[in-house]
Each structure stands twice: as structure tokens, then as C-alpha cells.
């Protein structure tokens, strides 16, 4: 046997009107807010998606953007280069140089999944929307437009305190700390190189005509000043004779 259905409560006439009026009154003692654009910029969120720029140094061409863009707005031309081997004896290795990249926005809808899908971090929203053109053509962006898009790109948010540090920047610290020692231990070998050639250049006097003087000594007792020479050929020392001590009279007296 169903269960009987809980009686409906009856609607007063005209609720629902005075509920639009209320609203309407609400928003009619509300001060209104217009933006004064373009003459005030609006206040965007610094990752809206705005425009997209491309870092052309990370690029590798795999063509993955491409790939997976629903719109196919994105256009991709490049060409292979051999690259000569990196040690003597390797081999020679191929890689895609990027010829063409660009994007048609008149047919972007602006989904981001290009830049999701990008391994090597090439493509990057910017906030910038003040790019409308009078010729449809216009909005086919080339590289060297999009790359003038990355300029305006927000930098990243701040790592939280306890986070990890991006392996990109523990390379680059580790890569200078190595070339900051090399640069030290290179300074080190040439100050100790320049000091070496400057005592090899300094003369030396010759063996045979070292002389050795002896500072002169002074007597208390008779005031006289006597000192010696030694030359170091001969063997023989000159100077000045100290002179005999005279006797006391009282010796002679006792």
C-alpha cells in the first residue's frame, strides 16, 4: 500500500512577487560600481588566462601542443641539424631546430591544455587580454610575438617554507659553486706563478764577493769605536784595533 503524500503548504498570493521586489529594492539603495576602463585597468588575478607566451630556449619540437590542442590553432615548423659529437669519439647526434611556432587565437578557446601537456615548460599564461585586432589575421601570433608575451608573464608563486628546492635551481647553485672554485683555484695558480717569476727575476750577488761586516762596538771605559770586516774570499779581517786598556794607579800604588 503506498504511503500518502505530506500535504503541500499553501502558497500565499503573490509571494514570489514580493520577493523580486525585495530584491530589487536591495539593489537599488546599493551604491553603484562602474569600471572606468580602459581609463582604470582592472584588477586581474595573476594567473588569468589572458594571452599565451612562449619560452623559445625550452622548446624541444615535440610537437605534443600541437597534438593535443582540440582547436588545432597551433602551428609548428622546424627542421633536423646534426650536432658534432660532444668527446672525441662519440657520435654525431640529431635534433629538431624550431623554424615556426605559432598560434591562432581567433580560434583559441583558451583551455590550457597546451600548457599542461608541455614536458619542458615552454608555453606560460600571461595576464595580458589588450590584443584585439581589426583584421582576423592579426591574431595569428608568430614566435616573436609570443615571445614578447613571456615578458609579461607573472613570476611563480613563493615555495612554501618547508618545500623542496626545484631540482632546476639545486643544478644552477651546484654548476656556479663549481665554476666560482675553478675561477678561485685558476687566481691561486697565477698569484703563485707571478710571485715565482718575480723572485726568479730579482738578482742574485755573486758567491765569491760576499763580505761580512761586523757593526762597530763601543767602548765605556775609553770611548773608543772599533769594528771588523770578514771577507769572505780571503778569509782575512780588517778593522779598526782595540786599544789597550790603561792601568789603574792604584794597582802601581798598592
Known amino acids: 500500500m503506498a504511503e500518502p503524500l ?3 503548504r499553501s502558497r500565499i498570493p503573490g509571494s514570489g512577487l514580493a520577493k523580486g ?13 562602474t569600471a572606468q ?18 619560452f623559445e630556449e625550452n622548446c624541444t619540437v615535440c610537437m605534443l601542443c600541437a597534438r593535443e590542442c582540440p582547436d588545432w590553432c597551433i602551428y609548428i615548423d622546424s627542421h633536423k641539424e646534426t650536432v658534432p659529437p660532444a668527446a672525441p669519439g662519440g657520435r654525431e647526434r640529431s635534433r ?3 623554424d615556426r611556432f605559432a598560434i591562432d587565437f581567433s580560434l583559441c578557446m583558451y583551455c590550457g591544455i597546451c600548457i599542461e601537456v608541455c614536458p619542458f615548460d615552454a608555453l ?3 595576464p595580458e587580454f589588450e590584443y584585439a585586432e581589426t583584421d582576423i589575421h592579426e591574431l595569428t601570433h608568430e614566435r616573436d610575438k609570443l615571445r614578447e608575451w613571456m615578458w609579461t608573464v607573472p613570476a611563480p608563486p613563493a615555495l612554501d617554507p618547508g618545500a623542496e628546492e626545484p631540482k632546476e635551481l639545486a643544478a644552477a647553485r651546484k654548476t656556479a659553486d663549481k665554476l666560482a672554485a675553478e675561477a678561485a683555484t685558476a687566481a691561486e695558480a697565477a698569484e703563485l706563478a707571478a710571485q715565482t717569476a718575480e723572485q726568479a727575476a730579482q738578482p742574485e750577488p755573486p758567491a765569491g764577493d760576499t763580505t761580512t761586516t761586523t757593526g762597530p762596538t763601543t767602548d765605556e771605559t775609553t770611548g773608543t769605536t772599533s769594528g771588523t770586516t770578514t771577507d769572505a774570499t780571503t778569509g782575512t779581517t780588517s778593522g779598526t784595533p782595540e786599544p789597550s786598556k ?3 794607579p792604584q794597582d802601581g800604588a798598592s
Open 246 to 248: 790603561p792601568s789603574d
Open 96 to 98: 629538431n631546430v624550431l
Open 37 to 54: 576602463y580602459p581609463d582604470a585597468q582592472p584588477e586581474l588575478p595573476p594567473r588569468s588566462r589572458g594571452v599565451i607566451g612562449l
Open 21 to 33: 521586489l525585495a530584491v530589487t529594492l536591495r539593489t537599488m539603495t546599493k551604491k553603484t560600481v
Open 124 to 126: 606560460f599564461w600571461s
Open 6 to 8: 505530506p500535504p503541500t
